[in-house]
């Protein structure tokens, strides 16, 4: 590599990435890169797009990076985009780079906002941009919003860490400056794979949006929480000039002022902004490359032996002899098999410590995201009291009856089971995108092989999508059934005549969980409420959780109470209030269960 300039070292390690993305996963080499980490909105995408001086990053509200974007920077006389998965397609408008990657982004993903690890790979050839290869990651949440999974934060940080974890990735960790430093999502996730701060380069962000009389020299001098490669202060558009279409060249000028007029900033105006940002970066990284390089020669080497030796065996065949190709074709296909089972069922050789394979993703959407979304339901307290006030009223008619009608409670509960759809539906949802996401994972494999890799795709993503909607299907039929009939004599129906028996004589033994203090059911629930309470327990999501509400409906009253087993209120047959008895709130004390709402319904 003598003669060969340093600015080449960037664009010859992005066609090793090429090389090796071609022969798949048995070529495993962790090549130099920048990835770039940071919590939501903190100007990732920004800071990208200022380097390219493009709009051509999807934006919007939530999570709108939802694969990794290998972003190849490659300075070239004329400006145009490329895809990897489009190759020989050039893109010279990059609102169509934009749509594209929208596209593909959901090619993958599927239309439920889920995230993939799968990265899309993008090249720009431009004469304003320096050498640079950058991987732009999903932004951090903390909160799910909407119809994102429960575990978007675990996901995310999976991913994240994919990248990072890797020695030879340099971080360029974004944190804004209107938000506590101490706090920073990103400075945080570097920090765990990087405690020394070798190899994280800090970017702050919206120095614009701070705080009159505040500023961020400190950090920017390197001297609040140092990191061997300081940090780089930067200001992007607001969004306020992304609507009013100002262009990159004028934010690039009104930033370059900004650092010069900047009382605490005008000292070190050269060593600010996204031009110098950008051409640190270039640095940094060609440095980084030529550094490691030796060692990745070395390694490159051994496996290059290794691959001839491999090579030596299939030279005895001959390519063209169809029992030979029958062969490889089976072998593949078996491959696949075995690859996809393990990564489901999970395996004992060559286990990853870094992210969570299909089978283990399944088991949380399982174990966690699901109870979590049942327990998500709200009852709105109001309403359903009101509900059932209602349909006690006007089953009885003109007249004014003397019981309880059974129908008001099934009508009521009906309601209430069908709520469980949702959820259930969801959880399929999730269940199949992870087993096509883990399909993608194995497939990978075949890349050598383009057609029986699309057709292997299309048939195994056809199947499980037709094995989604049978399990839609079933599942529909189990809310129906549950629906059709409410059997009061099931043993896990717990009526008011079995609670109170149950309560007084102590004899039979319920798991504690189910139970208050006195060690026996309390005299409450019904079958689904109990059943999803009953898996709920002992998840952590929700201990300490939202307050619970049950009520006991009885021939006379309907009494409410609360999670400490105060009465709230007690509506007699005709709306008006009574106070409950002392006895009445002291025998549901017993219920401690964590279900949202619980009944009790006394048979009259
Ligand atoms: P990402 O989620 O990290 O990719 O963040 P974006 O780059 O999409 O930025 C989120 C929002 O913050 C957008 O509305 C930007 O216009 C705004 N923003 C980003 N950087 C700055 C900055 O330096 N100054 C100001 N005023 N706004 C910024
Ligand atoms: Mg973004």
New binding site residues.
Partial sequence: MGNRGMEDLIPLVNRLHEALGSVGHSCSLQLPQIAVV?G????????LENFVGRDFLP?GSGI??RRPLILQLLHANTEYGEFLHCKGKKFTDFDKVCKEIEAETCRVTGSNKGISSVPISLRIYSPHVLNLTLVDLP?ITKVPVGDQPADIEYQIRDMIMQYICNENCLILA?SPANADLATSDALKLAKDVDPQGQRTIGVI?????MDGGTDAREILENRLLPLRRGYIG??????K??DGKKDIKAALDAERKFFLSHPSYKHMAERMGTPYLQRILNQQLTNHIRDTLPAFRSHLQSQLLALNKEAEEYRKYSPDDPARRTKTLLQLVQRLAVDFEKLIEGSGDKVDTVHLSGGAKINRIFHERFPYELVKIKFDEKKLRQEINYAIRNIHGVRTGLFTPDLAFEAIVKKQILRVTGPCMKCIDMVSQELITTVYQCIDKLTSFPTLRNETERIVTSEIREQESKCREQVMLLIDIQLAYINTRHEDFVGFTNGQQMYTQGNKKVPERMTGNQGVAPPSSLIVIRKGWLTLNNISIIKGGAKEYWFILTAETLSWFKDDATLLQEVGPFGKKERGTKEESRRVQGSTGRGKTKMCHQHT
Avoid: E, F, H, P
Avoid at 205 to 209: I, P
Avoid at 234 to 239: E, F, G, H, L
């Fill in positions: 940071g939501q909105s903190a100007g990732k995408s920004s800071v934006r709108v990076t932004g974004v962000t919206k120095l614009d949006l930067v200001v992007n558009r607001s969004q000039d992304i």
